[in-house]
């Protein structure tokens, strides 16, 4: 009897080695996969519990961090708007066009990605500013870019309308020519059939590209902090309390704003999601 226990274990231990084998890859993609998770969650997780639910609800309370926290949220959604009503014909005319220097103008549109952002809201300041001859045909109708929420905007938009711009590229890019030209075929019109064909097929890739380019607007810092630090964002009051009172004071602040953007980002994939599956 023990002869046949003894058996029988190393028949388990040599199938589990033999499945370990077989699975060496998943295993491995997996362990790996578990490192770049943890890197991600530990330093999330330690700043959301490192703040008590009192501190975090006293600052809250506190009309400057509402003020900037809202800011934020309200200038990204109308950034992202803004990045819809001009970025999904863009995505469109290159998904079904060819034409020389195509190549060129994709790089272009995902320059902001890689430039440093600094250096992205100096080349805005240039631009928008009044020693432009477009920031002073803006100033002379009454709008002003420098210190100003429509500066804010912009500089969101700069950095943010490249995800959106190449999800809505792809998806549309997925959309089989050959329905718009049935569309066509049975009377519809160019805008008919953009609108009632190639934009519901390509609606899943241009609200995961609208989702991406909220989260990295709400999230800009440095083209912001040159371009149109007053009013403050969160991200720009973050930075100021650290400078001035230390970690202890912008902590709270920082955790709320994490809480908040994950909380609308986990909202705005479910809706996306559920779009996707109806």
């Known amino acids: 009897m023990v002869a046949n226990e003894r058996t029988g274990d190393s028949s388990r231990v040599r199938n589990i080695l033999r499945w370990a084998v077989q699975r060496r890859l998943t295993i491995t993609f997996f362990l790996l996969g578990m490192v770049i998770l943890l890197f ?19 600052t809250l309370l506190e009309g400057e961090v509402r003020s900037a926290i ?7 959604l109308i950034a992202t708007a803004v990045g819809l009503v001009l970025g999904v014909p ?46 002073s045909a803006f100033d002379a109708i009454g709008i002003d870019f420098v210190f100003a ?12 309308v490249p995800f959106l ?21 049975l009377g519809a019109s160019p ?24 989260a990295r607007s709400i999230s800009e810092f440095g083209a912001v902090l040159v371009l149109a630090s ?23 602040v920082a955790t709320l704003l994490i809480i908040i953007c994950i909380g609308i980002f986990v909202v705005l994939r479910t809706i996306a999601y559920r779009g996707e599956r109806a």
């Open 70 to 76: 809202w800011l934020s949220i309200y200038t990204a």
């Open 191 to 214: 805008w008919q059939t953009f609108f009632r064909v190639s934009l519901p097929l390509a609606r899943r890739s241009i609200a995961g590209g609208s989702v991406m380019m909220w």
């Open 149 to 160: 929420v429509p500066g804010i905007i912009i500089a969101m938009i700069f950095v943010s």
């Open 230 to 252: 007053h009013p403050k964002i969160a991200p720009i009051l973050v930075y100021d309390r650290l400078e001035e009172y230390g970690l202890d004071y912008a902590l709270p």
């Open 165 to 185: 711009i190449d999800s809505a590229k792809q998806g549309f890019e997925k959309v089989d020519v050959r329905l718009e030209k049935v569309a066509r075929t």
């Open 90 to 135: 863009l995505a469109y005319f290159l998904a079904r066009h060819s034409f020389p220097g195509k190549r060129l103008v994709e790089a272009l549109i995902d320059v902001p990605i890689v430039v440093p952002h600094i250096a992205a809201g100096i080349a805005l300041l240039f631009v928008f500013g009044k020693g432009f001859f477009v920031g």
């Open 40 to 58: 991600i969650f530990i330093p999330l997780g330690k700043m959301i519990f490192s703040s008590s639910p009192a501190t975090l609800w006293d």
